[in-house]
């Protein structure tokens, strides 16, 4: 079956260092997005991309890049990780661009920086 | 840009009741509006949706409601069941052509046997 997948599912590292949380879809899907999600605030847009190459920032892209080399993946990364980037981050996408198609979620990685 | 409220933060009810969490939005272009239900550990799953050009919209026992007018939308369950347990988002859409979800601050449903 088509899938969305992150790993680690789980990452402690120290402030300072490069992070990079994986994602991976098996649907061919077009989109992609990434998310964190903190209490009280609910999931908040990181970073998207709607093809290979393209990718956009979102509410709270600080800190973070992502890139699109193909269409099944998309890395982020969190160049210097700081303690307020702890968070659990979701990956999601979909189908196609310009509609409003579901978003399907990964499983989550639950990152600790510190 | 959108801003999305969503309340109560909690809610608990028995089992067999009905439970309303309720969202409202900022911006009146928005024109999708998505209920996720997340369980522990999980990530969000799409339960159901709707769009600007329908009032209502129900699926067994989930039902959601959108007053364009006063901006915002509700989702409904009946005769709750303790699987309903989880917690739940609410978000629309932001943004013309490449649509982008903003999210409520999550609902936490507790349904007691």
């Known amino acids: 079956d088509a899938e969305i997948t992150q790993s680690p599912r789980h990452k402690i590292t120290e402030t300072g260092r490069q992070v990079t949380l994986a994602c991976h879809q098996t649907?061919?899907?077009?989109?992609m997005f990434w998310y964190r999600q903190d209490l009280g605030h609910g999931l908040r847009l990181i970073h998207y991309?709607?093809?290979?190459?393209?990718?956009n920032k979102g509410e709270v892209s600080d800190g973070y890049s992502v890139s699109r080399s193909n269409t099944e993946d998309l890395p982020l990364t969190l160049e210097s990780a700081a303690s307020s980037q702890t968070s659990v981050y979701f990956c999601?996408?979909?189908?196609?661009?310009?509609?409003?198609?579901?978003?399907?979620f990964g499983p989550g990685t639950r990152l600790t920086v510190l | 840009g959108e801003n999305v409220e969503q309340h109560p933060s909690t809610l608990s009810v028995q089992e067999g009741d009905s439970a309303v969490i309720k969202c409202t939005y900022s911006?009146?272009?928005?024109?999708?509006f998505p209920w996720y239900k997340q369980e522990l550990g999980k990530g969000p799953q799409l339960i159901i949706d709707?769009?600007?050009n329908v009032g209502e919209k129900k699926d067994q026992r989930i039902a959601v409601t959108l007053n364009k007018t006063a901006k915002h939308f509700s989702l409904h369950i009946t005769e709750t069941q303790p699987e309903d347990s989880a917690v739940y988002f609410c978000?629309?859409?932001w943004g013309t052509g490449f649509q982008k979800l903003v999210f409520g601050t999550g609902t936490r449903l507790l349904v007691s046997p």
């Open positions: 978000a629309a859409s």
């Open positions: 709707i769009r600007s």
């Open positions: 911006d009146s272009a928005s024109n999708y």
């Open positions: 991309s709607y093809g290979v190459q393209d990718t």
């Open positions: 999601a996408s979909s189908e196609s661009p310009g509609t409003t198609d579901t978003q399907y």
């Open positions: 649907w061919n899907h077009n989109n």
